[in-house]
């Protein structure tokens, strides 16, 4: 079967630096992406990877190795505001991960 | 552009009624996903379309539901008749297809079957 796998729940201080990872099992794989979606709201494009390597974007980082099946969004600089959940997709958005519900603490 | 527009934002009925879910995609843009979001299931796609054509409809759950895309601006999707276990938070996302994958969600239509 196809999977992503990702934790469901990260806890972090505002102002310090969170990595969500991604693990997925597809037959065959074009990229994954990353999206934000607070309570209550609808999800938000971040990033993608389509060949491994970093990609940066402002605050947000996004990592694939294709060879681990892995990737990674890493978040700096916290602020409030980035509390929300971050779901991981693969294949143009044909498969989800379950969401990382990101707690941020004063 | 005033981005992916769904309608309605809420929709309550009782359960045996037909529902109508729709939505207007970002103008040029060549793909269009729906989506149901639970707690229990998360975020699974139902159906998406490229062109106006269905390609992939193997997430819909049964017979139940249907979806039409009759013009490149307008897509629907039917519940017919609904059942309580088809509450959720439905989306509609919309996406250019130009190779980095970013798609648009619409505010999504909360479903409640009674």
């Known amino acids: 079967g196809q999977s992503l796998e990702q934790p469901s729940e990260v806890t972090a201080v505002e102002g310090a630096i969170v990595q969500i990872n991604c693990t997925y099992q597809?037959?065959?794989?074009?990229?994954l992406s990353w999206y934000q979606q607070h309570d209550g709201g609808a999800p938000t494009f971040l990033s993608y990877?389509?060949l491994d390597g970093l990609e940066e974007t402002g605050r947000f980082s996004s990592f694939l190795s294709r060879s681990d099946s892995y990737g990674y969004l890493l978040l700096q600089e916290l602020q409030m505001k980035d509390s929300a959940s971050y779901f991981c997709?693969?294949?143009?958005?044909?498969?989800w991960g379950a969401g990382t519900k990101l707690i941020i603490k004063p | 552009d005033a981005g992916v527009i769904q309608s309605p934002r809420h929709e309550v009925t009782e359960m045996g009624q037909e529902v109508t879910l729709r939505c207007k995609p970002i103008?040029?843009?060549?793909?269009l996903f729906w989506y149901r979001q639970t707690m229990m299931r998360g975020l699974e796609l139902l159906i998406y379309?490229?062109?106006?054509?269905?390609?992939?409809d193997s997430g819909m759950p049964e017979d139940r539901f249907s979806a039409k895309m009759p013009n490149a601006s307008f897509s629907t999707l039917k519940i017919q008749p609904s059942e309580p276990r088809d509450s959720a938070v439905y989306f509609c996302?919309?996406?250019?297809?130009?190779?980095?994958?970013?798609?648009?969600f619409g505010s999504g239509t909360q479903l409640s079957v009674l």
């Open positions: 597809t037959s065959g794989f074009y990229g």
């Open positions: 990877n389509g």
């Open positions: 996302a919309s996406g250019a297809g130009t190779g980095d994958e970013k798609l648009f």
């Open positions: 379309f490229n062109n106006n054509v269905p390609i992939d």
């Open positions: 997709a693969v294949n143009y958005q044909l498969i």
């Open positions: 103008s040029g843009h060549d793909y």
